[in-house]
Nanobody, 121 residues
Framework: QVQLVESGGGLVQPGGSLRLSCVAS????????MGWYRQAPGKQRESVAQ???????NYADSVKGRFTVSRDNAKNTVYLRMNSLKPEDTAVYYC???????????????WGQGTQVTVSS
């Protein structure tokens, strides 16, 4: 019984900034890696940014220097700060987390429902 809920999407002008949040809730024992993916119409879903439980990060080349992923373990939350947004960043952004629940001895991957980010004038 784990759920991820994204928020913070919306319409922003090119060059603008936006911060996405993803909160995990439910029967959580521990959250391991978390990350953000996005999918634009007609394209494959791609990894945008990942962050491990220890805070190590990696980014897609297309967003390096513009996006920052962070997490607040006390809040079971991962964030994605997006700066210098481009129209090409328009997509549905999904949160994913590898979580060990209180009822399992292994970890599962959980996905949020997605939040729309539109970069347009």
């Amino acid at each position: 019984q784990v759920q991820l809920v994204e928020s913070g999407g919306g319409l922003v002008q090119p060059g603008g900034s936006l911060r996405l949040s993803c909160v995990a809730s439910g029967s959580i024992f521990r959250i391991n890696d978390m990350g953000w993916y996005r999918q634009a119409p007609g394209k494959q879903r791609e990894s945008v940014a990942q962050i491990t439980s220890g805070g190590r990060t990696n980014y897609a080349d297309s967003v390096k220097g513009r996006f920052t992923v962070s997490r607040d373990n006390a809040k079971n939350t991962v964030y994605l700060r997006m700066n210098s947004l481009k129209p090409e960043d328009t997509a549905v952004y999904y949160c994913k987390a590898r979580i060990r629940s209180t009822y399992r001895d292994y970890e599962n991957d959980y996905w949020g429902q997605g939040t729309q980010v539109t970069v347009s004038s």
